[in-house]
């Protein structure tokens, strides 16, 4: 039966009569289509309406479903989606760079989870599509240059030190201290992202009179996204087929969590519009020359005669909330692991941090105080930690695409099918949605080597990257921050910014792990296949990584 305690009273008949009208506008399209992938063996359903969509969204330790699967099918396999869609699963490294870098826009994403994005963030580079995305990203791209990215240093740095300080604060006091490690670095990246994209201070590393946005922000994916009831699954899976002006009402719902994300989005709809009203063409041309942050870019580009670089006031805001969300808890989440996995790692811990000393000593003696982007560079056990948390927990653990055309999928590994044929491709129909398991895929002992499933950073010293078979990411062959025409466009600032805050946390922290009662559990965002730590039996207190830190000897 279809729980209704999740939505309440008017919000009970909106859901049935969306849910009626996917149903039907389906059926519809069945009718005419009747190729398929009913060849490629999969799980059976476990539900004619929810399909394996309820209980992937409600995984309780994120991902344990795919590596389930991988080990019973190999690497693709079919599962049902709600409403009766077969859905292609791989972790095939060919299948996944031909849909994301081979294919342009040929594979989009979902309508579904494009629309969430946009009920969050508005029509910024993330939910435009087509000439649209085109010209979000060309507008955007030199705002990520490597130059640029190099004068993004000595804010990284500042931030870390000024996080530092309060911890080294706490524990003059305390000597050793319990602490949400996760709430710290995601008010430290959010503080970053502020000023590096439009030069604000979100106020959040100051405890007393942190800003409305910061404590807006504080664990939206898990009250939003963390363990749907089954009639929120259903809702979700209907968007898909629902007309677009339609959809865009869903934002009016009057209850949780719509209201939420409204207020949300609200909020910062009066943040951008004072931002761009000081920073703004009527301002002053004197400041708006000296500034750095993306924002000063776009406002510059918005000046130009071309139409083809111009964003509106609308997409302008759209893109700052855009920035801050992809750019700060994806940072955080993935140096949440990190750090618990060195807690957990003691003598690689110790390692990096000789590593670190060695080089702030050459810092020293030439007379600097701040690592360069080049030091940072020569931190290979930094490095290595850094890319292997990626490869192990990917804070994206996946991304679904849905084919424009009819297309055929190369495999890297062939699959047998239901009547014991080699598979070696896939002819996929227009309209088929392909998942593709990012943490599946990082899990393949081919290409990690036999020991894929632990963490272990000297891995990268070992393989050659460069050197695999088949090249599906912009980083280390991870899959993490995706690629091709949709590729994540903060990759290097993420790397950089967790660069210098593990210099400055590990060389002067001891991080060792949670007291012995607590469980961490990686929990996942269902509709957004995002991941976040929590203590087990406690998800409802919300995102928790209770690290001990000390000052290291
Ligand atoms: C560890 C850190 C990060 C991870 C794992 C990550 C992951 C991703 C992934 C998987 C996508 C593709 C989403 C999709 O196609 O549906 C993406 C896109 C994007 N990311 Fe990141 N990201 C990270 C850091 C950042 C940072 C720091 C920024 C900004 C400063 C950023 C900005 C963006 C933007 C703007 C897009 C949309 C690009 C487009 O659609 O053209 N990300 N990211
Ligand atoms: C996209 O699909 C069209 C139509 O099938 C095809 O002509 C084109 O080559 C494809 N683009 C890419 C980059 O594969
Ligand atoms: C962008 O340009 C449009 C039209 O040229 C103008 O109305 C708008 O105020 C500009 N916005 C910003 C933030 O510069």
Avoid at 90 to 102: E, F
Avoid at 114 to 142: E, F, Y
Avoid at 366 to 374: A, K, L, N, P
Wanted: proline content about 5%; hydrophobic content about 40%; charged content about 20%.
């Amino acid at each position: 039966m279809i729980s209704t305690t999740d939505l309440t009273g008017s919000t009970v008949y909106l859901t049935g009569a969306f849910v009626a009208l996917g149903l039907l506008l389906l059926v519809v399209r069945r009718i005419f289509d009747r190729k398929g992938i009913k060849h490629i063996p999969g799980p059976p359903s476990p539900s004619l309406l929810l399909g394996h969509d309820y209980a992937y969204a409600c995984q309780e330790e994120a991902c344990s479903l795919e590596l389930q699967w991988m080990r019973e099918y190999g690497t693709t396999w079919r599962t049902c989606g709600a409403l009766g869609n077969d859905v292609l699963m791989t972790v095939d490294p060919k299948a996944i760079q031909h849909i994301m870098q081979k294919s342009s826009y040929n594979y989009t994403k979902k309508i579904g989870l494009t629309h969430s994005a946009w009920l969050l963030l508005g029509p910024g580079i993330v939910t435009v599509v087509g000439k649209d995305h085109q010209r979000h990203r060309k507008i955007m791209n030199p705002a990520f240059s490597a130059a640029h990215l190099r004068s993004f240093l000595p804010l990284f740095q500042r931030i870390a030190g000024k996080l530092s300080d309060r911890w080294k604060g706490e524990l003059m006091a305390t000597g050793e201290s319990s602490t949400l490690l996760n709430r710290w670095l995601s008010r430290a990246t959010l503080d970053i992202i502020g000023e590096a994209a439009f030069n604000y201070d979100y106020n959040a590393l100051d405890g007393g009179e942190r800003s409305a946005i910061s404590k807006g922000y504080e664990d939206i994916f898990k009250d939003t996204e963390y363990l749907p009831g089954k009639a929120t699954v259903l809702f979700r899976a209907a968007w898909d087929y629902i007309p677009t002006p339609l959809l865009k009402l869903i934002r009016y719902i009057p209850v949780h969590p719509w209201t939420r994300i409204r207020n949300l989005n609200a909020l910062f709809e009066e943040y951008g519009r004072q931002i761009i009203r000081e920073q703004g063409p009527n301002t002053d041309t004197e400041k708006k020359s000296t500034s750095k942050d993306i924002m000063s870019i776009l406002i510059k580009a918005n000046a130009s005669e071309d139409p083809k670089t111009r964003l509106d006031d609308e997409e302008l805001i759209a893109e700052m909330f855009t920035l801050t969300l992809a750019g700060h808890e994806t940072t955080s989440g993935t140096l949440t692991f990190l750090f618990w996995e060195l807690s957990k790692h003691p003598e690689y811990q110790a390692r990096m941090r000789d590593e670190i000393r060695s080089v702030r000593a050459r810092v020293t003696a030439r007379g600097g105080s701040e690592f360069t982007i080049e030091d940072l560079e020569s931190l290979t056990l930094t490095m290595n930690a850094i890319k292997e948390t990626l490869r192990f927990h990917p804070i994206v653990v996946a991304l679904q695409r849905v084919a424009e055309i009819d297309d055929v999928l190369p495999l890297a590994y062939p699959i047998a099918s239901t009547s014991g044929e080699v598979v070696t491709e896939i002819p996929v129909r227009a309209g088929q949605l392909i998942h593709m398991s990012f943490a599946g895929y990082q899990r393949l002992p081919d290409v990690w080597g036999e020991d894929a499933h632990v963490w272990n950073p000297d891995r990268f010293s070992r393989i050659e990257t460069g050197k695999q078979t088949t090249n599906v990411g912009v980083f280390a062959n991870l899959n993490v921050a995706a690629a091709g025409v949709r590729a994540c466009i903060g990759w290097r600032f993420s790397v950089i910014e967790m660069q210098a805050f593990i210099a400055e946390l590990v060389e002067n922290f001891q991080f060792d792990p949670p007291t012995e009662e607590v469980e961490i559990q990686r929990a996942l965002a269902g509709f957004l296949f995002g991941m976040f730590p929590v203590v087990k039996g406690q998800a409802e207190r919300g995102g928790a990584m209770p690290l001990r830190i000390s000052l290291a000897q």
